[in-house]
């Protein structure tokens, strides 16, 4: 018998996070999850970049900070960069302003674009490339308070003032088996200003689970490393970061993935496609483990 919890990743930035009453889940991939997704209330501004030879056409988030930024200088934006000048073509960003849980199907199932960067490998609703990083999910703390917490074993834990954690994430999995998410829900709503999640879109920036703890209003956040890496490392408060171990233990003895593997995605069908990024990723590769060191991204070996 299968005792992993499919805790989904990072839908909120491509691929998978759990999002709330009103937008159910349907399936789940090996690590990311495939989602029956509810109109979203925003009206929704879209580029239209037509399909040219030569030209690799991203589909992407303006809303999506740091991974994909309108600038285009969001990491991944500067990898998928890497990757196109690798297979020889030009990068055309296809850019909304919606949440990047909408890409695969507003965008690429729609063919106003051909390539969604980020997702997780093994999400179902598209097909993925070889993945080009693995990182995971990591605990964010003061460094003068000294916690130094390695894992969701430790005791200290139920006893800590405030944990901001995404909604749908591990951590919120985590704290649910801990018997602490419950109490966090005021606080954890109140970072997102009372939104509620029936049948629109909310969750905790980034950037704000970091300021959190720089502020002291939460004694410790837990978010996907790549996720916070630039705002830790912008920060003036020195922070401790510590990968979680991928051995946390949820209800009913189930295991909760921490760690996940990182890969671009095309649509079903795209066979040729995904194969020409698969040799380009590998050519690209010391660009983007570069790319992943200026962003302070912690990368673990594969299979960890």
Not at 152 to 175: C, H, K, Y
Not at 192 to 209: E, H, I, T
Not at 217 to 241: C, G, I, M
Request: proline share 5%; hydrophobic share 40%.
């Amino acid at each position: 018998m299968n005792n992993e919890v499919k805790s989904p990743r990072r839908l909120f930035r491509g691929a998978g996070a759990l999002l709330g009453a009103g937008l159910a889940a349907v399936a789940v991939g090996s690590a990311g999850a495939q989602t029956k997704i509810a109109p979203q209330a925003a009206e929704a501004t879209t580029t239209k970049v037509s399909a040219e030879p030569g030209v690799l056409r991203v589909c992407a988030s303006s809303a999506n900070a740091p991974f994909s930024t309108s600038d285009e200088q969001g990491f991944e934006d500067k990898i998928v960069k890497a990757v196109a000048k690798a297979m020889s073509r030009k990068t055309a960003f296809v850019f909304t302003n919606r949440p990047a849980i909408y890409l695969v199907r507003d965008l690429l199932n729609e063919k106003a674009c051909d390539v969604v960067a980020g997702l997780d490998a093994g999400d179902e609703r598209v097909l993925t490339t070889q993945p080009y990083y693995r990182s995971g999910y990591a605990f964010i703390s003061r460094r003068d308070k000294k916690l130094d917490i390695k894992s969701w074993s430790d005791p200290r834990i139920p006893q800590l003032n405030n944990i901001a954690v995404e909604f749908g994430s591990p951590g919120e999995t985590m704290l649910k088996s801990l018997g602490k998410f419950e109490g966090e829900l005021n606080y954890l709503y109140s970072l997102v200003g009372y939104k509620s999640r029936r049948n629109q879109y909310v969750q905790v920036a980034p950037d704000k689970l970091v300021q959190e703890v720089v502020d002291g209003n939460a004694d410790l956040a837990v978010a996907f490393q790549p996720e916070v890496a630039r705002y830790v490392k912008s920060s003036s408060t020195p922070l401790t970061v510590t990968i979680i171990p991928n051995d946390s233990v949820g209800s009913g003895g189930k295991s909760v993935p921490e760690h996940f593997d990182t890969a671009m995605g095309v649509r079903i069908g795209d066979d040729r496609l995904r194969e020409e990024l698969n040799v380009a990723i590998a050519k690209a590769q010391p660009e983007i483990k570069k790319i992943l060191a200026e962003e302070a991204v912690i990368t673990l070996k594969a299979g960890s």
